[in-house]
T-cell receptor
């Protein structure tokens, strides 16, 4: 049983398109996150939701919009994709935040052409 | 402001060598947690350990050990008798200032050759 699962694993799309990445966790955690990892492996927090409420909204273009329909899901929708959006996007979850370990999905490699 | 530094960008060792990965975390907080994660070539992020700043005793798990020294703000990770399967990027990760998410160091790429 996969604890944190993301779909799709790979996503290749053209500039200007809109795409979504889905994330689900079956750990019963109350906090979920989206991270972006660039080509140099640098991991940056994008968003965090606790009990479906937005906790963190880092400096991210408003083309990125997270949606949390329930505690087990946090989807990421991206409008008007740009070349610079190419990266690996990781979903994660934790019980509480900050002082607790986060468990990560396998990542979604987004390539914008 | 807090700052996490992994000064070693890349390390290469031969199997069975011991290797230590350094992490320095500068913060005004007196108590905090630090985490280590591993990212093997397959790409997933694997949680390794969480330590509290109160606890400066070495933590040992098999070939892995962690040494936390609050006086130098360092949380180092040692792999004893390294193996090829240890080849990965290793990240040190403290919580952000607000304590609402983990922030990650730039990572250290470890390559273990046979």
């Amino acid at each position: 049983d996969t604890a944190v699962s993301q779909t799709p694993k790979y996503l290749v799309t053209q500039m200007g398109n809109d795409k979504s990445i889905k994330c689900e966790q079956n750990l019963g955690h109350d906090t979920m996150y989206w991270y972006k990892q660039d080509s140099k492996k640098f991991l940056k927090i994008m968003f965090s939701y606790n009990n479906k409420e937005l906790i963190i909204n880092e400096t991210v273009p408003n083309r990125f919009s997270p949606k949390s329909p329930d505690k087990a899901h946090l989807n990421l929708h991206i409008n008007s994709l740009e070349l610079g959006d190419s990266a690996v996007y990781f979903c994660a979850s934790s019980q509480g935040w900050g002082a607790t370990e986060a468990f990560f999905g396998q990542g979604t490699r987004l390539t914008v052409v | 402001a807090q700052k996490v530094t992994q000064a070693q960008t890349e390390i290469s060792v031969v199997e069975k060598e011991d290797v230590t990965l350094d992490c320095v975390y500068e913060t005004r907080d007196t108590t905090y947690y630090l985490f280590w994660y591993k990212q093997p070539p397959s790409g997933e992020l694997v949680f390794l350990i969480r330590r509290n700043s109160f606890d400066e005793q070495n933590e040992i798990s098999g070939r892995y050990s962690w040494n936390f020294q609050k006086s130098t703000s360092s949380f180092n990770f040692t792999i004893t008798a390294s193996q090829v399967v240890d080849s990965a990027v290793y990240f040190c990760a403290p919580p952000n200032q607000a304590g609402t998410a983990l922030i990650f160091g730039k990572g250290t790429t470890l390559s273990v050759s046979s």
